[in-house]
């Protein structure tokens, strides 16, 4: 199994920045795609952005240009750096890691979110 462990939510001004990372550990053989995703109340979960294990990125239209994905592929962690922060941003953050375990099964992996909230 892999597991994702997210970090670095917390509440902060409109205008403010704040980074997310996410770790994978597990039993893990290779990562190629991940990403962060956000789901605010009432509504669906919906993409941030991605990043494959080769670094090509795609953003959702909302935070291109404020939002930037990385990755450390040695560590097996994803960050995401928000800056420009707005209070439309405020949602629970998802880390997902589309992942090959040691057994070579395939398989698309969930951490437990965390909060990030934009208020004043």
């Known amino acids: 199994q892999v597991q ?6 917390g509440l902060v001004q409109p205008g ?3 980074r997310l990372s996410c770790a994978a550990s597990g039993r893990i053989f ?3 795609r991940m990403g962060w995703y956000r789901q605010a ?24 240009g404020r939002f930037t ?10 960050y995401l750096q928000m800056n420009s922060l707005k209070p439309e941003d405020t949602a ?6 589309d992942a ?4 070579l099964r395939k398989g698309d992996y969930w951490g437990q979110g965390t909060q990030v909230t934009v208020s004043s």
Request: aromatic content about 6%; some cysteine.
């Open 4 to 9: 994702l462990v997210e970090s670095g939510g």
């Open 16 to 18: 403010g920045s704040l």
């Open 30 to 32: 290779s990562i190629n």
């Open 41 to 64: 109340p009432g509504k669906q979960r919906e993409l941030v952005a991605t990043i494959t294990r080769g670094g090509s990125t795609n953003y959702e239209d909302s935070v291109k």
């Open 69 to 78: 994905i990385s990755r450390d592929n040695a560590k097996n962690t994803v």
């Open 92 to 97: 629970v953050y998802y880390c997902n890691a």
């Open 100 to 103: 090959l375990t040691l057994e």
